[in-house]
């Protein structure tokens, strides 16, 4: 399966809404009502390889490697952050590919 790779222009988080301010997010997976991204400037240096989940006003982010930890989390139940952490882990080598295809496609060369 292709990463989605829309560029959906959004609020980055409810705080971040009410300050108006908007990031690109490139969507990289729709799954059971959640969406799974990351933010475009994801840091300098730029953070190891993770993903960001949200649904509704629900958002955490996990690590995916060495192995697929949640590092925050905001409004998910502890049940839902379990079924995350296995929808992560079913498409970890999907999900690896496109933050490497997206913040470093070149570095192949």
């Known amino acids: 399966?292709?990463?989605?790779?829309?560029?959906?222009?959004?609020?980055?988080?409810?705080s971040r809404l009410r300050a108006g301010v908007t990031r690109t997010?490139?969507?990289?997976?729709?799954?059971?009502g959640f969406r799974f991204f990351f933010y475009s400037n994801e840091g300098n240096p730029l953070e190891p390889p993770h993903v960001h989940v949200c649904r509704s006003d629900a958002e955490a982010k996990f690590w995916l490697k060495p192995d697929v930890v949640l590092a925050r989390n905001d409004g998910f139940d502890a049940t839902t952050l379990r079924r995350i952490a296995k929808l992560l882990t079913e498409n970890r080598k999907l999900l690896?590919?496109?933050?490497?295809?997206?913040?470093?496609?070149?570095?192949?060369l």
């Open 96 to 108: 690896e590919a496109a933050w490497h295809e997206y913040f470093a496609p070149d570095s192949s």
């Open 1 to 14: 399966m292709e990463p989605i790779f829309d560029d959906d222009i959004q609020s980055a988080g409810r």
């Open 25 to 32: 997010m490139p969507t990289v997976l729709r799954r059971n």
